[in-house]
């Protein structure tokens, strides 16, 4: 797979030479559409468009059913009532997503909890967090099963799904457990920023303001 490689053709004679991870992660975040890309590969004879190859069509598929999801968004703008969020808690079993969710987060001034678990995260539920960032596959279950005793236990907080595993009908299940928002596994900086935004009653921190306090 090391192999794939694409040249992308941007204006008169400007070429790029690209290898398969940027590839992907161009195609997700839709800096490469259908028919702006041809393929090369060890074993194929010839340039081909990147969607014609089984191995990378998913990926433009899941981009495609984000714009679609945005699409529907702007029709059904969020319904939430905004609320102020200080302390946030993020359950999810990658460390290392947790470190760097954490490290973005209270750059800008934020309280930040975390826990790899189900049985850690029930426990740092009782600090009742303004605003829970929930990964769905955790090691000793589904988050999506942790939703009636996060109603339980303390029933202001928000809840937005992360997840590598996002589909159309989760999304649905989720929003109808009350879930107020989905991210998907990888995300940006951008993602979970736009995410506070949305249920924030106030301005989203920035490390300028933080700077200057």
Known sequence: MAELKYDVRRGA????????SRLKSWILKGIIKRDEALVWR??????????????????FEQRE???????REE???YLFPKRRIRNILIIDDEEDLCWLLSNILQSRGYNIST?????DGM??????????FLDLKLPDGDGMDLLPKIREITPQTLVVIISAYGSEEKRGEAGGRGVCGFIDKPFTEGNVLEIIGQVSSERVISERVISEQ
């Not at 060890?42 to 190859?53: F, I, N, V």
């Not at 826990?115 to 049985?119: G, H, L, R």
């Open 65 to 71: 059913e984000k714009d679609l999801r945005s699409k």
């Open 123 to 132: 426990a740092c539920l009782k600090e009742m967090p303004d605003l829970l």
């Open 13 to 20: 004679d400007t070429y790029r030479l690209i290898y398969y």
């Open 115 to 119: 826990a790899n678990s189900i049985s």
């Open 75 to 77: 029709k059904h703008p």
């Open 42 to 59: 060890s074993g194929l004879s010839g340039w081909r468009k990147p969607e014609d190859l089984e191995e990378l069509r998913p990926y």
